[in-house]
Nanobody
């Protein structure tokens, strides 16, 4: 099973930016779609963004479209989430996940490996 480690979270003011990274333990990372999810206190985990195995197709939740960008570097076994124009409502623990297959997917049950999460806090 692939192990995933997120980094890059922190405290930022509204309107600021953060870049999250997700490092995978195995080179088989490159053969699978990847996704980012988030969970705010007292709320269910929600989909944020997904990218296919080769990085040619992406899909975003409406709440982050135009502000967040998902990308991947298969040579480095790493996925990224660039977050711009952050809002207080973006505050959550962010998780990266590896999909069961190659395409994009927003369904959490299509993912079989999850990182431990990284906290993102946006102050107003």
């Amino acid at each position: 099973q692939v192990q995933l480690v997120e980094s890059g979270g922190g405290l930022v003011q509204a309107g600021g930016s953060l870049r999250l990274s997700c490092a995978a333990s195995r080179r088989t990372f490159s053969g699978y779609g990847m996704g980012w999810f988030r969970q705010a206190p007292g709320q269910e985990r929600e989909f944020v963004a997904t990218i296919n195995w080769i990085g040619t197709t992406t899909y975003y939740a409406d709440s982050v479209k135009g502000r967040f960008t998902i990308s991947r570097d298969n040579a480095k076994n790493t996925a990224y989430l660039q977050m711009n124009s952050l809002k207080p409502e973006d505050t959550a623990v962010y998780y990266c996940a590896k999909a069961l297959g190659t395409p994009i997917t927003s369904r959490s049950y299509d993912y079989d490996s999850w990182g431990q999460g990284t906290q993102v806090t946006v102050s107003s």
